[in-house]
């Protein structure tokens, strides 16, 4: 917020080679669309695991209902850290595979 | 950590705080009212003459209800405690054929007493839905709609919110130890500011955190139970739900007369739990194999899962436990762990210091959102150069300060007027629960609409002297009501509803110290700035011009 108007301006102005490129459209695409999948893959993993712990389907599938928005708005807010927009959804992208993967592993056990 | 991340994330900061920010005062501002909720229904509450039914004579009053009026089985509340807003030992609602089944607001409402001679009277009520109105705005901000495209919305607010809450405090971490506590006052009045918004941002972040998660949660839950009932419960999330059918036959119909009477099934639930304390009776579907009653109420010392407590289910014949998933003090982990998360929206955890608590803390998040708009205009600001004539500030600045000063000051104006419309249009008009929709919405819209015909400066001014004169008259109707009884206003003497008198009171005092101090500013203050009459002046704007906007 301590950025006056005139840096911002220079900031959108001169695009030019920079370390971190601001990409919003894809970076905020790939935090809500990855993130919420990933949200998703994380409740089901939770599911398992009260299921394992005998807790009731109905008990469970609020807990898992609750896990989601934070994992997604954590998602959706950290999704700026990467280097482009390309990186957030290739990284974001990697983590659902280990997500889901981890999943599908432990409906076997 | 690499200031270019920094820097991206202030722009993250910035753009959420502005879209979502003035959304977000309104969710906050009718947010720490609805905590009070309880207290402004009995200050609006019109005196009632209803016969008073002892709880000793409510099994009677039961069950020559139910022999009289069988749409009574359908369901009906019974009241333990008697107030202003519960003038009734039994009060029932008749909903619209195509009634929603969350909609408590339409259809007819009626109270039942016993007369002189023992036999029922049925009277018809119009509860005053000011506080609905007030809760409606808090959910969806002042949409007209209470429906699932407006909570969507909110949920959109809330998820911006989220986004900016996180990006806020990655740009205060570098400099967080420097920051914090540091509230720098002096001669820089941005970094005062600057310094004021890191310090009630950051002392108040689980509860921003908490509140931007429930709210996400509150929007799309439906949407994400669907979802996850098809890809990781098989479909099975329904039944899981409503319980097994009922077996066999269909079971005969039981007499309601030989229902427990209210002060056993309150024994049975207090046993229960011992720090519970039963507020009413709530008989649910009585003709049906599905009969029971919800005892509700709240423990002092343990967290109730809904806004209006927790409740245990009892079968109203037997006094057997249905469910005690939502009994507060004697709750599973499990069914624990969920309601701590409604607890912590709905402040029912703690007793009334925590309410307060929660109260302060919406108050210091609706300034939050308020002061982050004008830090985007200050930032903005065209400073006056040594020897030049004052600058005109740039059009969006205007046109923002404009539409925080309009929004901001309309909504508290606005539910304050409304508040006291529910005394002052009492007995005048027919439908007292439209008007209080009325009186919101217009003094809601003049305000933004003066905002922005008189420019900020002025409306700066004016705006806040509307909003604490609209609150001053809360206290001031009372007190009139108390002296001049033929006005046909009243005023409560129970200590919730002058509480709220002495509420408006104080905020109204801050109120009215908020518009000197911005008064001397829009005066005296410099020249190069959106909020200086000098500006305003040096542009020739009377008013914006038409064609600016």
């Known amino acids: ?109 | 950590m690499r200031s270019d991340l920094i820097r991206i994330y202030k722009s993250v900061h910035t753009w959420t705080g502005i879209l979502a920010g003035m959304a977000l005062f309104i969710a906050f501002y009718a947010g720490a009212l609805t905590v009070f909720k309880d207290p402004i229904a009995r200050w609006v509450a019109p005196p009632a003459a209803v016969r008073q039914v002892t709880l000793e004579d409510s099994a009677l009053l039961v069950s020559r209800l139910l022999a009289s009026r069988p749409e009574a089985l359908r369901g009906f509340q019974l009241n333990l405690e008697i107030t202003e807003r519960r003038p009734g030992r039994v009060e029932w609602q008749v909903k619209p054929k195509d009634a929603d089944e969350h909609d408590n607001l339409s259809g007819h409402f009626y109270l039942a007493s016993l007369d002189a001679g023992g036999s029922v009277r049925v009277d018809e009520t119009q509860p005053s839905q000011l506080v609905d109105l007030i809760d409606i705005l808090h959910r969806v901000v002042g949409l007209p709609f209470d429906d699932d495209p407006a909570r969507w919305f909110m949920g959109v607010i809330a998820a911006l919110y989220a986004v900016a809450l996180f990006s806020g405090v990655v740009v205060l971490l570098p400099t967080l130890v420097k920051d914090f506590f540091a509230l720098r006052v002096g001669r820089n009045l941005k970094r005062m500011w600057l310094d004021a918004h890191n310090v009630v941002g950051i002392i108040s972040l689980p509860f921003h955190i908490v509140m931007a998660v429930t709210a996400v949660v509150f929007a799309y839950h439906d949407g994400i139970y669907a979802l996850q009932d098809r890809v990781l419960h098989g479909g099975k999330l329904s039944s899981a739900w409503s319980g097994p059918k009922p077996q066999g036959t269909k079971p005969e119909a039981r007499d309601p007369a030989a229902m427990l009477p209210p002060l056993e099934l309150v024994a049975r639930a207090k046993a229960l739990s011992p720090g519970f304390e039963p507020e009413s009776l709530q008989y649910l579907q009585l003709a049906s194999p599905r009969a029971m009653v919800r005892v509700w109420g709240n423990d002092a010392a343990g967290l109730s899962p809904r806004a209006m407590g927790g409740f245990v289910a009892l079968d109203p014949w037997t006094g057997k436990v249905l469910s005690r998933d939502f009994l507060p003090g004697a709750q599973e982990a499990a069914s624990l762990t969920l309601s701590s998360f409604f607890a912590l929206h709905f402040a029912t955890f703690g007793g009334t210091p925590v309410r307060w608590m929660y109260f302060v803390l919406a108050l210091a998040g609706a300034w939050l959102f308020y002061s982050g708009n004008l830090l985007w205009v200050e930032s903005r600001r065209k400073a006056q150069r040594r020897g030049e004539a004052v600058p005109a500030q740039r059009l969006d600045t205007r046109l923002l300060a404009a539409a925080t000063v309009g929004v901001c000051m309309g909504c508290v104006a606005g539910i304050s007027f409304s508040m006291v419309a529910g005394k002052w249009l009492y007995g005048h008009v027919a439908d007292l629960n439209s008007w209080h929709w009325r009186v919101y919405y217009l003094v809601f819209f003049m305000s933004l609409a003066w905002a922005f015909l008189r420019g900020p400066a002025r409306a700066a001014m004016e705006l806040p002297a509307l909003a604490a004169a609209a609150t001053l008259a809360i206290p001031l109707t009372s007190l009139l009501g108390a002296l001049v009884p033929a006005l046909g206003w009243w005023a409560h003497t129970s200590g919730p509803a002058l509480g709220v008198d002495l509420t408006a009171l104080a905020l109204g005092l801050s109120l009215v110290w908020m518009q000197r101090a911005t008064a001397r500013r829009v005066r005296q203050g410099s020249a190069d700035s959106v909020w200086s009459l000098g500006e305003a002046q040096a542009r020739g704007v009377q008013p914006l011009q038409p064609g600016e906007v």
């Open chain 1, 1 to 109: 917020m301590t950025t006056t108007s005139t840096a911002d301006a220079q900031a959108t102005a001169k695009p030019g080679p920079r370390p971190i490129q601001r990409d919003w459209v894809s970076r905020t695409l790939g935090g809500t669309l990855l993130g919420f999948t990933m949200a998703i893959g994380c409740s089901g993993l939770l599911t398992v695991v009260l299921a394992a712990a005998d807790v009731a389907l109905g008990t469970r599938a609020q807990l898992a209902m609750w896990l989601v928005p934070p994992v997604w708005l954590s998602v959706l807010g950290a999704c700026f850290m990467f280097a482009s927009g390309l990186r957030t959804w290739l990284w974001l992208g990697l983590a659902n595979l280990v997500v889901f993967g981890a999943y599908f592993i432990a409906r076997f056990f």
